[in-house]
C-alpha cells in the first residue's frame, strides 16, 4: 500500500513538473521571438525608408535631365 501511495505522488509530482516545463518553455519561445518581431519592424521600417528615399533620388534625377 506504501509503494501504490508513493508511486502516485511520484506521478503527481512529474505531471507537475512537465506542465512547469512546459510552461517555462512557452515563455522562453516568447522571449525569442519578441526580439525577432522587433527586428522584423526595424527591417521593415529601413526599407521602406529606403524605397522613400530611391524614390526622391530617382525623381530628382529626372527633372535634372
Known amino acids: 500500500m506504501a509503494l501504490q501511495?508513493?508511486?502516485?505522488i511520484?506521478?503527481?509530482t512529474s505531471i507537475y513538473h512537465t506542465g512547469?516545463?512546459?510552461?517555462?518553455q512557452?515563455?522562453?519561445?516568447?522571449?525569442v521571438l519578441i526580439p525577432i518581431l522587433e527586428l522584423s519592424k526595424v527591417e521593415e521600417m529601413i526599407w521602406?525608408?529606403?524605397?522613400?528615399?530611391?524614390?526622391?533620388?530617382?525623381?530628382?534625377?529626372?527633372t535634372l535631365n
Do not use: N, P, V
Not at 501511495?5 to 502516485?8: A, H
Not at 512557452?26 to 522571449?31: G, N, R, S
Open 10 to 12: 511520484f506521478k503527481h
Open 26 to 31: 512557452a515563455q522562453l519561445a516568447m522571449q
Open 5 to 8: 501511495k508513493s508511486i502516485g
Open 20 to 24: 512547469k516545463t512546459r510552461i517555462l
Open 48 to 62: 521602406s525608408h529606403l524605397a522613400m528615399c530611391s524614390c526622391i533620388f530617382s525623381e530628382e534625377g529626372q
